[in-house]
């Protein structure tokens, strides 16, 4: 029995203590179950298992009905999972499930494979969680047999020194603890989307507002360190359609771009690399290849590509590749709270952050 995961190495748990507890916050982007055997088998069981300083703290179970519902659902609702624009920007990459070898039993005829997609994972204990077990038990011509996988689980520290993106007052949304929001998405699982409200504390104060109502729309985009433009694109004019069929016209285009609309990808060091998007059109101060120094300004706050209304998206990465870049959390030298506290990372959705 073959057993992968996405990521493959290690997950980053979003872990915060409060009240003398750990909350471990942490999602498993793919795990794919494939018979590599030359016989049938039968799936009976997915334990995973969560271990703290190697003591067992909980079990979640897939068996019986829900199991033969996760493997029957998962074959009817992630045909698209297996390649393309979906595979890369969910996943990561291609390839990691054969569509074409989905079993939608849970007998799985030699070469069939199925699995799960995007488990969250949310665990208060007295210490954080530092390690997934998966194990998958089978029966094949009469007997039982269990596979297993461990994959470590890290609380992730940046490598550099970042300044936050945006001067001033800033709300901040979409973030790790909104799970249907970008963290579903392999190098967005800990993206910002960055607004600013008006004086009266809102967003659209008033009714068919345009882009230039907007408090922050124009705003200048900082670089949130040293590095270097490993890719940008300029001039996309237009928002584009949330739905997938009226945007791919404008994908075959614009590529990227129809996503991400005007963007600015810069390399820093020690491997993380930082993504800005949505800006005005042609309103990129910088160009492929340029080095930039913190704070330098690259661009302004706008509302092209797949945007709801003016903001900044951001988000880290450990490599400068938008779909195939894994998502980082990223750390503030510069941002404190309403209550004027220093916080360093955005921990919770929907919160107002200030500059210093």
């Known amino acids: 029995m073959e057993i992968r995961t996405i990521p493959k190495d290690y997950i980053i748990n979003m872990s915060n203590e409060a009240h003398g507890n750990v909350e471990s916050n942490f999602l498993l982007h793919g795990l794919k179950i494939k018979n590599d055997a030359d016989k049938p088998v039968v799936l009976k069981q997915i334990n995973m298992e969560l271990y703290a300083a190697e003591t067992f703290v909980k079990q979640v179970t897939y068996c019986d009905k829900a199991l033969t519902n996760a493997v029957e659902r998962f074959a009817h609702e992630c045909t698209w999972l297996g390649g393309g624009f979906g595979a890369q920007l969910f996943l990561g990459e291609e390839g990691f499930w054969n569509t074409e070898e989905y079993s939608s039993s849970v007998t799985l005829m030699p070469n069939q494979e199925t699995g799960l997609f995007n488990e969250y994972f949310v665990m208060v204990y007295k210490e954080m969680v530092d390690l997934l077990s998966v194990q998958v038990l089978y029966e094949m011509e009469g007997k039982e047999y269990k596979q297993a996988l461990s994959i470590p689980l890290i609380n992730y520290e940046n490598k550099n020194n970042y300044i936050f993106p945006i001067e001033g007052c800033v709300s901040t949304c979409g973030n790790y603890n909104c799970l249907l929001d970008h963290r579903q998405h392999y190098s967005m699982e800990f993206a910002i989307d960055m607004a600013q409200y008006n004086k009266e504390q809102k967003l659209s104060f008033k009714e068919n507002m345009q882009m230039e109502d907007y408090v922050i729309y124009g705003k200048d985009i900082l670089a949130i360190a040293d590095g270097e433009v490993i890719d940008c694109y300029p001039s996309i004019p237009i928002t584009t359609s949330w739905v997938w069929e009226e945007r791919l016209p404008y994908f075959k285009i614009y590529g990227l771009a129809s996503q991400f609309g005007n963007y600015v990808i810069i390399q820093h060091a020690n491997g993380e690399s930082s993504f800005y998007g949505h800006m005005i059109v042609d309103s990129l101060t910088v160009k492929k290849g340029d080095r930039v120094k913190q704070g330098q300004v690259i661009g302004k706050v706008g509302h092209t590509g ?22 980082l959390p990223c750390s503030f030298t510069n941002i404190k709270d309403v209550t004027g506290d220093p916080i360093e990372r955005i921990m919770d959705d929907n919160i107002i952050v200030h500059t210093y």
């Open 306 to 327: 797949l945007s709801n209304c003016p903001h900044l998206h951001f988000q880290l990465m450990d490599k400068p590749n938008i779909l195939t870049g894994r998502g």
